[in-house]
Each structure stands twice: as structure tokens, then as C-alpha cells.
């Protein structure tokens, strides 16, 4: 996990240069962090970083009264596993609450491959909106809700909205202090190159490239 300062609101990150097709580790932490490269924890369990996609920690996850209330209708688990790191919930555990559950065993290490899970993830995500004619929830975790869950979700920004990297990172850290590590970074840039080769970005506008440098 990155280094944090939880107690400092985070001012606006240094400079970060927009018009380049090419994404940057490096722009990617500016956007996350301040300008001392410090990175703030979560200040709440969960947070709604996109219209009905919730990003949150373990102890929602495992609220069951907590997520019926939130009308919660589909889990993912980005942290499924019995270790320390991991969450240790599976289908069975949301039995009879009407909760639809997908797991993925992902660790939070750089050199963990978080991008075999992508597409699974982004289906699931997608399945979970479209439920009760588009009225579903759905509620991505892992263990803090800082690393594995918030990189499952901006990949899916990036893959079904089209949102070049900066602008899916930026989304979701507009609503919730997050901080993958670089490894999952690197990811993302592969995939917006990946995406951007295939004209599956939308272009960067110029309002929103105004908006991440004075973010």
C-alpha cells in the first residue's frame, strides 16, 4: 500500500500534461496524489464513484443488512480469499438476500496480473446495471477499497464508457481517496494503449483536460 497522510485533505495534484495519447504511471499517481506525493486513506466505507457502481471495503461487504438498505443487488469481491489480505465470502454467503455474488482472487502486489480479470469483471458489472430493467447496484470491494476494487472499476470505465485513463481515474477519486499500486497502474496504461489502438477512447475534450490540471 502507498504511503498516506489520512489526516491532509488532498489539495490539487502537480501538473499533469493531458493532450499526449501516451498515459503515464506517473500522470496516473499525480492524479491520485498531492503534490508531496503523499496519498490520503479512505475517509468512508464506501462511495457511489459512479452512477450506481459502489466502490467500498470489506465491512460493508460482508453487511448484509447494510447492503439490502443501499439496495445493493450484485457483490463483487476483488479480494476473494482466506488470508489476511483477502475476504473470505462467496456465493453461499449471500444466500437468500437476493445478492448476485462474482469473486475474484486477485492480490494486492504490482506484479499481481489484475488485467486476466478485466473482462470478467466488466461483464458482471455490466449484467449488475442492466438488472430490473437498468435499476441495478452493484458493490465492487476489497479488503480497504483503496487498491484491487477501484482498479476493477476504472478498467470497466475505461472499457464500456470509453474513458481514456486519466479521466476514469480522476472520476472515481473525485468520489473516494483510492490508491492502486503502480503495478495496477501499468496495467491501465497498457489497456488505454490497448483501447486507444482499437478507437475505442473517446479523445480527451478540452474542458475535461482543464478540469484534470486544475484538479
Known amino acids: 500500500m502507498k504511503k498516506s497522510s489520512p489526516a ?20 496516473l499517481n499525480e492524479l491520485l496524489a ?3 506525493g503523499f496519498y490520503s486513506l479512505p475517509t468512508q466505507h464506501f462511495n457511489e464513484v459512479f452512477p450506481r ?3 467500498g471495503n470489506a465491512f ?9 438498505k443501499l439496495g445493493v443487488t450484485h457483490i463483487l469481491n ?22 448476485a455474488y462474482h469473486g475474484i482472487q486477485a492480490n494486492d502486489k504490482p506484479q499481481f496480473n489484475i488485467s486476466n480479470y478485466f473482462e470478467e469483471a466488466a461483464d458482471f458489472i455490466d449484467k449488475a446495471l442492466a438488472h430490473n430493467n437498468g435499476k441495478g447496484k452493484v ?13 476493477i ?4 470505465l475505461m472499457m464500456r464508457h470509453k474513458l ?3 479521466v476514469a481515474v480522476a472520476t472515481v477519486r473525485m468520489k473516494r481517496e483510492i490508491g492502486p499500486n503502480d503495478g495496477f497502474l501499468r496495467q491501465l496504461c497498457q489497456l488505454n494503449e490497448k483501447l486507444a489502438k482499437e478507437g475505442k477512447l473517446k479523445g480527451v475534450m478540452p474542458v475535461m483536460a482543464a478540469k484534470l490540471k486544475a484538479k
Do not use: W
Request: net charge negative; hydrophobic share 35%.
Open 60 to 68: 460493508v461487504g460482508q453487511n448484509l443488512m447494510r447492503l439490502q
Open 153 to 156: 472499476v476504472i478498467a470497466y
Open 139 to 151: 458493490y465492487v470491494h476489497c479488503r480497504e477499497g483503496y487498491s484491487r476494487s477501484p482498479t
Open 164 to 166: 481514456d485513463a486519466r
Open 34 to 36: 498531492n503534490s508531496s
Open 8 to 27: 491532509k485533505q488532498l489539495p490539487p495534484p502537480a501538473e499533469v500534461t493531458v493532450p499526449d495519447n501516451e498515459v503515464t504511471v506517473q500522470q
Open 78 to 99: 476483488a479480494a476473494e480469499g482466506n488470508s489476511f489480505m483477502h475476504v473470505n465470502t462467496n456465493a453461499e454467503f449471500y444466500a437468500g438476500s437476493g445478492i
Open 53 to 55: 457502481i459502489y466502490v
